[in-house]
């Protein structure tokens, strides 16, 4: 089939968080699977410092009054053609945070619609997050033109109708008070990226407003697990770590953990607990249950914590405060930076995510492959992908809770500390994690069947093994 992912960001030259993980490894793997898979994405002033774009585009197109050139390239490290959406509203070296957000990613839309009608016609248009949100609208009325949309983020919904109206073409049958309700009802299948958090979103906790919606498209609804590069991100052979190693020499390990230590400025001891957190600050990551809790997290235990992450200047400074409380036991660093962030995924003990709602989560499947075992909160995906460690059958991956609540995140977190001093267990917890099978391939195959099932075409057989593990406990059940 020929599909056309519509995306704000793509891994490896477009990353804020876990949608440009997606949309930088799946595209590869369905490619892999027969697919004419490429991807549009808006011609961003950073790009050419990361990749090799033609001078000359390869159409020229015009929308909402706007003209615009898109220049064609690969995706790097891919065989993935890209489609770079070229305007001067995304000059600027940003890809979110500006005063014409909404105005100018209706305008990338709009441009990836006009492509699709006059250039290169994909089947199937497999739109990300608001941003692409008016695309099934407008795409309602190509009969050869299928949408699929995936919601990453339910929290951001995009302009409301009153300004699309304003700014661009709503047609007659458009519904939906704002571009990602307009997206769920027009969109042939809408999917989230995580079968638990597939089902909470049709409750009032956590339907951000449109749980009445998304219940009523509820045959068209479905949750489908993400994956992680396994290729790129694989702490056999991971060039920005200190020492490579696998659960056979997993003793090598802690050599990443000290040169973590002194990179970051903690105190170099490989007996102490260290915790990382590599997130974007903001509420949903479950920072205010961090920040009530941690003082005395620090205070009662010998415990590190190094801490990586933009966002809310709020979570900024107060972390960043509480770190000078604790010199040479914590360590905030308040930027983006992939190479540092798989030092920590590959020298921390333990990783934290307690989320307050979490769609799926790429983080914490990045610490279990490399051997930092996750302390989560049992919400969304972290549900379908960490299982409670249970030391009696040695089985689990790592440490849960329930509620959101300061008091279960600190008592799950001295549970983890504890757990720390019996290190054969710990070892064997830390190996049952980095041998999940994280791999896209067992998600591309269910994509596969989801774009099949929008032709009447029967899914394709699956391995019996590939199958997501959905671990619900009587408690999630419940919420
Ligand atoms: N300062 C920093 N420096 C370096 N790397 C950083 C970083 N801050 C974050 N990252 C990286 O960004 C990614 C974060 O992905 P997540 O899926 O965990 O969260 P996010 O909320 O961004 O994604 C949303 O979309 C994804 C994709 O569907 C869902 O999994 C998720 O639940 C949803 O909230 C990870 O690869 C992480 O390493």
């Not at 990836?112 to 695309?135: Q, R, S």
Request: with cysteine; hydrophobic share 40%; net charge negative.
């Amino acid at each position: 089939m020929r599909i056309l992912f519509v995306a704000a960001e793509a891994a490896p030259v477009a990353k804020v968080g876990g949608m440009g993980d997606v949309v930088g490894a799946l595209p590869k793997v369905l490619r892999q699977m027969g697919h004419d898979v490429r991807i549009f994405l808006p011609y961003y002033g950073f790009l050419p410092d990361k990749m090799e774009i033609p001078k000359e585009p390869v159409w020229k197109g015009y929308a909402m009054f706007q003209d615009f050139a898109v220049y064609e390239s690969v995706l790097p490290g891919t065989d993935v053609p890209l489609y770079l959406f070229g305007h001067p509203a995304f000059t600027p070296r940003r890809i979110y945070a500006g005063e014409d957000e909404d105005w100018r990613f209706t305008l990338f839309s709009n441009g990836a619609a006009e492509f699709c009608w006059n250039y290169w016609k994909p089947e199937i248009v497999h739109c990300h997050d608001w941003h692409t949100g008016m695309l099934p609208v407008w795409l309602n009325q190509s009969p050869d033109i299928t949408t699929v949309f995936t919601i990453h983020n339910l929290a951001y919904q995009g302009p409301w109708r009153w300004y699309l109206e304003k700014i661009t073409w709503c047609p007659w049958y458009m519904q939906g008070h704002n571009t990602m309700a307009a997206a769920v009802q027009f969109a042939n299948k809408v999917n989230t990226v995580s079968p638990t958090y597939a089902e909470q979103i049709k409750t009032p906790a956590y339907g951000e407003l449109i749980e009445g919606l998304l219940s009523f498209i509820s045959g068209k609804l479905s949750g489908i697990i993400n994956g992680i590069d396994t290729e790129i991100y694989n702490p056999a052979n991971d060039k920005y770590i200190a020492q490579t190693f696998t659960t056979e020499t997993l003793d090598q390990r802690k050599i990443n953990k000290i040169a973590l230590q002194e990179e970051v400025g903690l105190e170099v001891n490989s007996k102490a607990f260290l915790i990382g957190m590599v997130t974007r600050l903001v509420e949903q990551k479950g920072l205010d249950l961090v920040l009530q809790i941690l003082d005395r997290f620090m205070a009662y235990t010998d415990a590190q914590f190094v801490l990586l992450g933009t966002g809310d200047r709020y979570y900024e400074t107060q972390m960043w405060q509480l770190a000078s409380r604790y010199p040479g036991r914590m360590a905030t660093y308040l930027l983006y930076n992939d190479a540092l962030s798989r030092r920590i995924y590959a020298g921390t003990d333990a990783f934290l995510m307690p989320s307050r709602f979490e769609p799926c989560g790429i983080s914490q499947m990045m610490a279990l492959r490399y051997g930092s075992v996750p302390i989560v909160r049992r919400t969304g995906g972290l549900v379908d992908t960490v299982s409670h460690y249970d030391p009696e059958n040695e089985a689990g991956t790592g440490y849960c809770f329930d509620r959101y609540e300061p008091l279960d995140l600190f008592t799950c977190m001295i549970r983890a500390w504890e757990g720390f001093r019996f290190k054969p267990q710990w070892q064997e917890l830390q190996k049952r994690g980095m041998n999940q099978d994280f791999s896209w391939y067992r998600s591309a195959q269910q994509y596969d069947n989801l774009y099949r099932s929008i032709y009447g075409l029967p899914p394709r057989e699956e391995e019996p093994t590939s199958e997501p593990k959905l671990i619900l406990t009587e408690a999630n059940e419940k919420s």
